[in-house]
């Protein structure tokens, strides 16, 4: 929940003007009031845009709510479902991220899927097993839908904090997850990092074999930043 129309115009200037490599998918999801900001400042850019969060419900008396077919129209491609912040903050289960990710797929947008352990379940070695459960109603969707989603690692400890998961934690996270998808059909399923990943820590993290890519939180803020993340 950050950003207003002048800083936003400013991050989203700075970011169309930097060189993306053509290699590199590059994304932002702004909060649901900056659709359009976004949509006009990034067309044509090669910089693509998303939201947040989408609703489970195609539409109906859900106040509060945003449904797929709004984010539509505004041609946004990405949807976080399930970030830790989301689950934590606002109670939301597995079945209702795997919910939200089928209902983004249904209208055509990629749904990113967060995962991830707390400090506790990182500390009494539970990651694997509370993956594995917040996984669970997802696999359960099928092969054909996963290959239409990305996943995003975000170990709740390592984000906002300063603190990073080093990148041979990271891998053995990321295989386990390439793992479980293997299983149901899908390895070829784009994992991302998510957990204080910044300029100087990230061509580390993206040499490892099954990290794909980043979810960036507060070093998307800064453009050359964020930048020089994708350039790595």
Known sequence: MHGSLAENAAL?????????????RLAVCVPFPYLAQAQAALDGSGISWGAQDVSAH??????GEVCVGMLD???????????SERRGMHGETDQAVADKA????????????????????HEAGQAQAVIARQLAPVLALGAKT??????????????????????????????????RLAEHGAPQVCILYG??????NAASLFAMPDIDGALVGGASLKAEEFLRIAAA
Do not use: M
């Not at 904090?161 to 996270?173: D, H, I, M, R």
């Open 195 to 200: 957990g204080s990943v910044k300029a100087s």
């Open 102 to 121: 089928q209902a983004a797929l249904r209208g055509g947008i990629t749904p990113v899927v967060c995962v991830g352990e707390s400090l506790a379940q």
């Open 146 to 179: 996963l290959a239409g989603l990305v996943v995003a690692y975000e170990p709740i400890w390592a984000i906002g904090t300063g603190s990073t998961a080093s990148p041979e934690q990271a891998q053995a996270v990321h295989a386990y997850i390439r793992g």
């Open 58 to 63: 195609e539409q109906g008396a859900y106040t």
């Open 73 to 83: 129209d505004f041609a946004c491609r990405w949807a976080l479902v399930g970030h």
């Open 12 to 24: 989203l200037a700075g970011l169309r003007a930097g060189p993306v490599a053509s290699d590199c």
